[in-house]
T-cell receptor
């Protein structure tokens, strides 16, 4: 089975930096995704990590430590439009291909 | 998202009736998934498909069945809808079972069972 934990809610100030953590326990680990989901919309892809280390993409960065079962998403220069739910998802290899399992999401509120 | 559509977008149905949701893709991706999203639970996998006529159960498959008779269509059926199946249903597609290609989600179907 899998267990994915992330904080339920976070609040940050416009222009600041925020780090959203995700811890997981899984067998057959084959990568980790971060998705952004605005209210009433579909999740959209932010990042993918399969090797240890930091992946940077503009204002967003994602880090993975496979030995610790730990990842974080770093958002810089926060904007009001970054207010959304951020979903950590782990890929598990199975006999029938890959399964993507999600955490419950972190609701980020960006304030002035 | 372009290349993946779900229908209907909204549906209200009565308890005990069968309901079928459709996911259609034009990307020729091999892998297709059905998730439901509920407050406090996040996205949970119902069923997935790794090829035509090849499907497997996810973590919340009870009360649901799926079919995939051709690459582009993945149908989710609620055999006898219950109020606990009121949810938002998302379909997702992937071109690589290894995950590197990412998963693209449809816009979702909001189902209400009364």
């Amino acid at each position: 089975g899998q267990n994915i934990d992330q904080p339920t809610e976070m609040t940050a100030t416009e222009g600041a930096i925020v780090q959203i953590n995700c811890t997981y326990q899984t067998s057959g680990f084959n990568g980790l995704f971060w998705y952004q989901q605005h209210a009433g919309e579909a999740p959209t892809f932010l990042s993918y990590n399969v090797l240890d280390g930091l992946e940077e993409k503009g204002r967003f960065s994602s880090f993975l430590s496979r030995s610790k079962g730990y990842s974080y998403l770093l958002l810089k220069e926060l904007q009001m439009k970054d207010s959304a739910s951020y979903l950590c998802a782990v890929i598990q290899v199975t006999g029938g291909g890959n399964k993507l399992t999600f955490g419950t999401g972190t609701q980020l509120k960006v304030e002035l | 998202d372009a290349g993946i559509t779900q229908s209907p977008r909204h549906k209200v149905t009565e308890t005990g009736t069968p309901v079928t949701l459709r996911c259609h893709q034009t990307e020729n991706h091999r892998y297709m998934y059905w998730y439901r999203q509920d407050p406090g639970h996040g996205l949970r996998l119902i069923h997935y498909s790794y090829g035509v006529k090849d499907t497997d159960k996810g973590e919340v498959s009870d009360g649901y069945s799926v079919s995939r008779s051709k690459t582009e269509d993945f149908l989710l059926t609620l055999e006898s809808a219950t109020s606990s199946q009121t949810s938002v249903y998302f379909c997702a597609i992937s071109d690589q079972g290894q995950g590197a290609g990412g998963y693209t989600f449809g816009s979702g179907t909001r189902l209400t069972v009364v």
